[in-house]
């Protein structure tokens, strides 16, 4: 079923009654070629790009509860490739044009808004590492420039500038960064997945990885075993539990990550904000809500649900930096479990067990990787060698201390973030 202006008009006349469900409810079958487990993004566009880029169809995703109900449905959205390292700043480049053609290759609305995101800074001594980093993303081909304060006074009216903490000197902004539907964006592959033949299968948990003679052979479930050429572990914050099936021990810790909706206001922050020093970063969805969020939770959990200390660090924040929010009413909060890699970068990657795939380490930036993840780790399962973009995604790095990107520069204490 394609979607079109024509189509939303038929509809409209005819009492929208022609409208189909947008996937497949399938039931497993008791064998597949491909293995996803995790129904978030990278589980989704992963079976996506296997059955669009390399012909492979027979592939199931298993996902213990509802498809989009992990981070994928809980992030706040950002879309942007300004990162710094080699390594990482080709992979958010290569994933920013995907999401700039995603909603005509799926063929559905996933409200890309390349309204610019605004990264803000407090001394000279930041304004060099910004400069230097916008140099660096405009060397990969990506846009990125330096606003003076007079520049940002114009644009952003509404913040404190002579705050005495941190008074604002400046801010490094791409344009082409922004916000999507994240919901959307796990719809739309699951409809592009599933119309390609893939199976999505809710509700069906893996609870083992079986092995034999150091290849993977299936995985057993909530509602059965299933055997499998290959399987690929895509389970965000559920990485270590998942991966200590087959035996691993993965260097990633899980962290709750909360964020926050106010009610809806008229039109008011027109791009996204982020102002690392106090730790808060801000945008205005459709709706009008101001959809903003912090640092982590500061303590290693699997509870997708945050803890008060933390909302009162991104309130202080918030209000130091917009003191007009305070008038704003908080309508809701939640939290997602992060997969917090040492370094900050992701991992994309074969395991010692032959056909065993990993994708995992999105820390708190994963929503902008899911097209890019998707792409480079179908590459991986279908050819068996690195998707360059994705290369120094290594899981090896680790343990020889070669080809780290600690793109944070904090290391691997993620309370230092
Ligand atoms: C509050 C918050 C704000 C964020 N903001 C941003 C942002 O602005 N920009 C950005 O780029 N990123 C952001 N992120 C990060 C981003 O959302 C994640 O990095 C990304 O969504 C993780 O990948 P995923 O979508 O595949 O994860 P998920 O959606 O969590 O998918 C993993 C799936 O695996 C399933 N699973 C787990 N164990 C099993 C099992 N045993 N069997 C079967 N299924 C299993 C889970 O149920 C889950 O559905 C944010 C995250 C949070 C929580």
């Given amino acids: 079923m394609g979607f079109s202006g024509w189509r939303v008009l038929k509809e409209g006349l005819t009492g929208n009654k022609g ?29 996506y790009y296997l059955a669009k880029n390399h012909g492979i169809t027979n592939v199931a995703v298993l996902e213990k509860g509802y498809l989009g109900g992990g981070n994928v449905g809980r992030n706040t959205t950002i879309v942007r490739a300004n ?95 922004g916000t999507a539907r994240h919901d959307a964006v796990a719809w739309g592959y699951a409809r592009g997945a599933s119309e390609r033949g893939v199976d999505l299968i809710q509700n069906c948990e893996v609870t083992g990885i079986d092995r034999e003679g150091g290849r993977v052979t299936g995985v057993q479930t909530t509602r059965g075993a299933i055997r499998a050429k290959k399987v690929a572990i895509i389970v965000a914050g559920r990485s270590s539990q998942v991966a200590a099936m087959a035996g691993m021990r993965l260097p990633i810790e899980s962290h709750v990550l909360q964020a926050f909706v106010t009610e809806g206001l008229k039109p008011v922050i ?74 900050g970068s992701p991992i994309i990657d074969k395991t010692d067990t032959e056909g065993l795939f990993l994708n995992c380490g999105w820390c708190y930036g994963g929503f902008k990787a899911v097209p890019g993840s998707g792409y480079s780790t179908a590459h991986l399962i279908a050819t068996e060698t690195h998707h360059a973009p994705a290369a120094r995604y290594r899981l090896d790095r680790f343990r020889t201390g070669r080809g780290l990107m600690d793109e944070e520069g904090t290391g691997s204490q993620h309370n230092l973030h």
């Fill in 83 to 177: 990162y710094f390292l080699p390594g990482n700043s080709e992979f958010y480049s290569h994933s920013l044009k995907l999401w700039e053609n995603l909603e005509q290759d799926l063929n559905y609305n996933v409200m890309l808004s390349q309204r610019g995101q605004i990264m803000l800074f407090h001394s000279d001594g930041q304004r060099d590492a910004m400069a230097r980093r916008g140099n660096a993303i405009r060397n990969q081909g990506d846009d990125a420039e330096i606003l003076s304060v007079g520049a940002l006074k114009r644009m952003l009216p509404y913040l404190d500038y002579e705050q005495t903490r941190f008074p604002i000197y400046g801010g490094l902004m791409q344009r082409r960064a």
């Fill in 19 to 47: 409208w189909q469900p947008h996937w497949r409810d399938a039931t497993p079958k008791s064998e597949y070629d491909v293995v996803i487990i995790g129904g978030g993004g990278h589980g989704l566009s992963t079976a």
């Fill in 270 to 343: 027109d791009h996204v904000v982020s102002f690392g020093m106090g730790h808060f970063y801000i945008s205005q969805s459709d709706k009008g809500g101001l959809v903003f969020g912090g640092d982590l939770d500061m303590y290693a959990s699997y509870a997708q649900r945050g803890n008060l200390p933390i909302v009162e660090h991104v309130m202080e924040a918030g209000m130091t930096l917009m003191p007009m929010i305070g008038k704003a009413k908080l309508l809701r909060s939640w939290g997602g479990i992060m997969d917090m890699s040492p370094d």
